[in-house]
């Protein structure tokens, strides 16, 4: 019944790994066609729903994974022997990983949908994984704690920054013309920046394990993206690349 149950959790981790990969190979592809095609284009809408829906997709099969990992991490992962390092990374990091990339994605998404009538972006998924963020975050913190690996505290610091930034537009009253699209341009690189992270990360191991979890290799997808998500909020404000938005004209 043990070997039974151990067959199970590997078959089911990798059935999630295969869709990890897929899902999020689509996602590190799609990424780049919105944000450097000519915003508000046909080009822009159709990827921009393929990279969202890649990022769901993504994020729910992280979830799997780390859920198997937490139930066996040594028979999931027998390359690497020590049990609460794996449960720590590939548990409950991932786990967090997973929950920030599926907030991101929605919220990126709800802003955009909801741009004409602001009190939707309050609607319960939308906050449901503000809540469920918060509380990954600070489980991976403590869990950081108590296996000694304060590069998990990384996590932790974005997904409560996350949580708080969404929070404060969502409850905004009166938001201003265009915060929609700069919470949108915010959320979608940021997810981006979320599954790059993960690929450099994670895809180390197996390659690279010396690197895996080297503060620098971490820091190449949060660099380019913060430098994304400042170009264009600043495009945004100067009213250039969104003109036909900025006179409050319906996208597409």
């Given at each position: 019944?043990?070997?039974?149950?151990?067959?199970?959790?590997?078959?089911?981790?990798?059935?999630?790994?295969?869709?990890?990969?897929?899902?999020g190979?689509?996602?590190?592809?799609?990424?780049?066609?919105?944000?450097?095609?000519?915003?508000?284009?046909?080009?822009?809408?159709?990827?921009?729903?393929?990279?969202?829906?890649?990022?769901?997709v993504?994020?729910?099969?992280?979830?799997?994974?780390?859920?198997?990992?937490?139930?066996?991490?040594?028979?999931?992962?027998?390359?690497?022997?020590?049990?609460?390092?794996?449960?720590?990374?590939?548990?409950?990091?991932?786990?967090?990983?997973?929950?920030?990339?599926?907030?991101?994605?929605?919220?990126?998404?709800?802003?955009?949908?909801n741009?004409?009538?602001?009190r939707?972006?309050?609607?319960?998924?939308?906050?449901?994984?503000?809540?469920?963020?918060l509380?990954?975050?600070?489980?991976c913190?403590?869990?950081?704690?108590?296996?000694?690996?304060p590069?998990?505290?990384?996590?932790?610091?974005?997904?409560?920054?996350?949580?708080?930034?969404?929070l404060?537009?969502?409850?905004?009253?009166?938001?201003?013309?265009?915060?929609?699209?700069?919470?949108?341009?915010?959320?979608?690189?940021?997810?981006?920046?979320?599954?790059?992270?993960?690929?450099?990360?994670?895809?180390?191991?197996?390659?690279?394990?010396?690197?895996?979890?080297?503060?620098?290799?971490?820091?190449?997808?949060?660099?380019?993206?913060?430098?994304?998500?400042?170009?264009?909020?600043?495009?945004?404000?100067?009213?250039?690349?969104?003109?036909?938005r900025?006179?409050?004209?319906?996208?597409?």
């Open positions: 019944m043990l070997a039974q149950n151990v067959q199970t959790v590997v078959l089911a981790f990798d059935g999630f790994v295969i869709l990890h990969i897929l899902a190979s689509l996602g590190l592809v799609s990424f780049w066609v919105p944000v450097l095609a000519r915003k508000g284009s046909m080009l822009h809408r159709q990827f921009g729903r393929v990279f969202t829906t890649a990022m769901l993504t994020g729910f099969a992280a979830i799997g994974i780390s859920t198997c990992t937490l139930i066996d991490p040594l028979a999931t992962h027998p390359h690497l022997p020590d049990a609460a390092w794996v449960k720590g990374i590939f548990g409950w990091m991932m786990q967090g990983l997973a929950v920030l990339t599926l907030n991101l994605a929605w919220y990126g998404h709800s802003s955009l949908t741009r004409y009538d602001h939707r972006n309050l609607e319960w998924r939308n906050v449901a994984l503000q809540i469920l963020l509380a990954t975050s600070i489980n913190a403590w869990q950081s704690l108590r296996i000694g690996q590069v998990m505290l990384g996590m932790p610091g974005i997904g409560i920054a996350t949580v708080a930034t969404n404060w537009f969502m409850l905004k009253k009166e938001p201003g013309k265009l915060d929609w699209l700069k919470e949108h341009i915010k959320a979608l690189v940021g997810a981006g920046i979320s599954v790059y992270t993960a690929f450099f990360a994670f895809g180390a191991v197996r390659t690279i394990p010396t690197l895996a979890l080297h503060p620098g290799l971490w820091s190449i997808p949060l660099i380019v993206g913060l430098a994304l998500i400042i170009y264009h909020r600043l495009q945004v404000d100067r009213g250039r690349a969104y003109g036909d900025k006179r409050g004209a319906p996208a597409g």
